[in-house]
């Protein structure tokens, strides 16, 4: 394994998201040590790594500066925790989303960790106020939230605790930014953090459409796939507001009051069951049969279609 002048990184948990966050790290130059309670699944995550790597390569989209080998030789497995956290300037918690799990794992950082590794944790949805709660070294905690899959979706939410320093949120921002990622601050925690509750707030509403027999499962998928989708994955709602008037003044002044008139329209919170669950799963069944074999082979081609529009964007959008 190389060591890099760029610093060494622990991933401690080897699964889905671990193994996104080694290679993600390796591309910018990092050590990687990725540590896991089960030693196979460590051995899996290098192995899986590597193919990953491999068709990467192949297509052109390994990501950062260095090739294929030089970034593999900086990933390796570690099964003793003191040992992996030595030196690293910091740790990417990735275990099972588990408040009693993460509290417990992040007790026993906080007695081994030096006063300026950055602990960080990519919980998809547990408070850091809960997530950190009485730690000695709770001004180097934050959590940093991927999106799946992380490689090909850059979107990473920083969460603070009440108490994380500034200089923790600017380190993880700058550290997010150098790895490729796209970092945003969220000032204050708030449950769902900012994507989840976009994405439930749409989920809410196409449930309700197709609910209330406006639109057909199928046709209200695409409505964002061939619609605001399209639109959402160069610019955002902001900016679509900027962008389809003479300036968002303009925007306010034309379309208030009927965005008003329409959102009060909006229901109650759907149940997400009974006869619309019947329905919606029927449709999608139709579209993609829910056994694992074409679950997967969907996945699969999500994540092309990801990493073709990850090309793209860098394209259009230098950085
Ligand atoms: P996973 O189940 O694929 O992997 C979890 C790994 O943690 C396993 O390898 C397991 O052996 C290991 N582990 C369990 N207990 C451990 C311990 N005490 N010490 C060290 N390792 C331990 O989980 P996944 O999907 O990678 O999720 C990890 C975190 O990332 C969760 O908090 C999840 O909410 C978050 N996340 C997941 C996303 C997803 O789409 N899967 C997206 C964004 C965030």
Request: a neutral charge; one cysteine or more.
């Amino acid at each position: 394994m190389a060591t890099s002048a760029a610093g060494a990184v622990v991933i401690l948990g080897s699964g889905l998201i671990g193994r996104s966050w080694a290679m993600l790290f390796a591309s910018g130059g990092f050590e990687v040590k990725l540590y896991d309670i089960e030693q196979q699944q460590i051995t899996n995550a290098l192995e899986n790594i590597k193919k990953e790597m491999k068709l990467l390569e192949q297509s052109g989209s390994l990501k950062g500066a260095l090739n294929m080998e030089q970034q593999l030789s900086l990933i390796s497995g570690c099964s003793h925790l003191g040992k992996a956290v030595e030196g690293a300037i910091h740790i990417q918690e990735c275990v099972p989303e588990n408040l009693e799990l993460k509290k417990k794992i992040f007790a026993q950082l906080d007695r081994i960790v030096d006063d300026t590794v950055i602990l960080s944790s990519s919980s998809s949805c547990l408070l850091p106020s809960k997530l950190f709660a009485g730690l000695t070294h709770v001004k180097q905690c934050i959590v940093a939230h991927p999106v799946n899959p992380p490689y090909y979706v850059p979107l990473v939410e920083l969460i603070p605790h009440p108490e994380t320093a500034p200089a923790t949120m600017d380190k993880t921002h700058a550290l997010m930014k150098k790895i490729g990622q796209s970092p945003v601050r969220l000032l204050r925690e708030i449950d769902g953090f900012a994507l989840n509750r976009l994405q439930y707030a749409i989920i809410s509403e196409a449930w309700r459409l197709v609910e209330g027999g406006i639109l057909s499962p199928n046709d209200l998928d695409l409505v964002m796939s061939d619609g605001l989708g399209m639109r959402y994955a160069f610019i955002g709602p902001l900016e679509t507001m900027h962008l389809n008037a003479e300036g968002m003044v303009n925007y306010c002044d034309r379309y208030s009051e009927g965005m008003k008139r329409v959102l009060k329209t909006f229901g109650p919170i759907p149940e997400f069951s009974g006869a619309t669950v019947e329905k919606v799963n029927q449709a999608m069944c139709r579209k993609v049969p829910d056994d694992p074999g074409h679950l997967a082979a969907r996945r699969q081609w999500r994540d092309d279609c990801l990493m073709r529009l990850a090309k793209l964007k860098s394209q259009v959008q230098p950085q």
